[in-house]
C-alpha cells in the first residue's frame, strides 16, 4: 500500500513538472482527447456562488466566487450636484481591479489594459440596466453617485463573468439612506439607518456567460486562467432576466462562425438558470 502511494506521488509531482516547463503541450493533451484539465468538459461552467452584503461599510456589497476566481464588489453612495444636461439623473461609476495580489500576471503600478477594457464595458452594461433617474433626490438640485469598485481577490480566468455578477449583486444589496433637503439652507440631510434606506431600482439583471477559443480550435465555456493563456478569441454573451440579448462582445482574432455564436448564444441561456439561483440564495 505504501508502495502504491508512493507511485501515486511520482506520478502526480511528474504531471505538475510537465505542466509547468510544457503549459501549452499539457493543455493539448487534455483538449485532443476531448476533456480539459479540471476535468470539465467543452461546454462546463463552473458553479457560481454568491453572497450579498459582504462589506458592512459600503451601501451595498457582494462576493462572487467562480472556481477559483474570487471577486468583490463594494458600491458608496454619496451626494452630488446633477449635470446640468441631465439634472434628474444620477450617475453610476465602475472601476475593476486587477492586481498583483490576485495573480502574478498582473503587475503592480496603472491598472492593465484588461482591467480598464473591463471597467469600461461593464459599466456600458450597468449603466443600460440601471434607471439613472431613481438616484435623483432633488430635480436640480442633488443626486445620489455611486461608486461601484470591483475587486479581484483572487484570479483563475473569467474576470469579466465574475465581475457583471458581482456588480449585479451589490446593486440589488444597496440600500440608499432616507434624505431630505433644507430648503432654506441647501444642507442635505441623511438617516444612516440601513434599514430605513431605499431600495435601487434595476430594470434588469445581467446574466453573463464568456466562452473561449483554445489553441484557435476548441471552444470551451467559463475558461480558467491556463486555458486564457491559449485563448485566441472570446465571447461575452450577456442576458437579461427574458432570456433576451443585452450585449455579445467579441474580442481576439480568432474567427467564430455564426453557427458557433448562436450556440454560444443557446448555452449562455441555458447557464441563466444556475446565475439566478445564485443570485436568489
Not at 481591479?97 to 471597467?119: H, T
Request: contains cysteine; glycine residues 8%; proline residues 4%.
Amino acid at each position: 500500500m505504501a508502495d502504491d502511494n508512493g507511485k501515486g506521488g511520482q506520478v502526480t509531482f511528474a504531471m505538475q513538472t510537465f505542466e509547468r516547463i510544457h503549459p501549452v503541450e499539457f493543455q493539448r493533451r487534455f483538449l485532443t482527447q476531448g476533456t480539459r484539465h479540471s476535468g470539465r468538459g467543452f461546454a462546463e461552467f463552473r458553479t457560481p456562488h454568491i453572497v450579498k452584503g459582504s462589506i458592512g461599510t459600503a451601501q451595498g456589497s457582494a462576493t462572487v466566487r467562480l472556481g477559483n476566481t474570487i471577486m468583490v464588489c463594494g458600491i458608496k453612495a454619496e451626494v452630488c450636484e446633477p449635470d446640468v444636461k441631465q439634472p434628474t439623473h444620477g450617475y453610476l461609476t465602475t472601476n475593476v481591479e486587477l492586481s498583483p495580489m490576485c495573480s502574478a500576471r498582473f503587475r503592480p503600478g496603472a491598472p492593465s489594459e484588461e482591467a480598464q477594457v473591463a471597467s469600461e464595458h461593464i459599466h456600458r452594461l450597468v449603466s443600460s440596466s440601471v434607471d439613472l433617474s431613481s438616484l435623483c433626490i432633488e430635480e436640480d438640485k442633488v443626486v445620489w453617485s455611486l461608486a461601484a469598485d470591483i475587486v479581484c481577490l483572487k484570479y483563475d480566468g473569467n474576470a469579466i463573468d465574475a465581475a457583471v455578477m458581482a456588480v449585479v449583486a451589490a446593486l440589488e444589496d444597496l440600500r440608499l439612506p432616507s434624505v431630505a433637503v433644507d430648503p432654506a439652507t441647501g444642507i442635505v440631510n441623511a438617516d444612516a439607518a440601513v434599514a430605513s434606506g431605499t431600495q435601487l431600482r434595476i430594470a434588469n439583471r445581467l446574466f453573463p456567460a464568456t466562452f473561449s477559443l483554445v489553441d484557435d480550435n476548441y471552444l470551451v465555456a467559463d475558461a480558467d486562467d491556463a486555458e486564457e493563456q491559449m485563448t485566441t478569441a472570446s465571447l461575452l454573451v450577456v442576458l437579461d432576466g427574458h432570456a433576451r440579448i443585452v450585449n455579445v462582445w467579441k474580442r481576439g482574432a480568432g474567427v467564430l462562425s455564426r453557427e458557433t455564436i448562436a450556440g454560444c448564444i443557446e448555452a449562455a441561456a441555458a447557464r441563466k438558470a444556475a446565475i439566478e439561483a445564485a443570485l436568489d440564495a
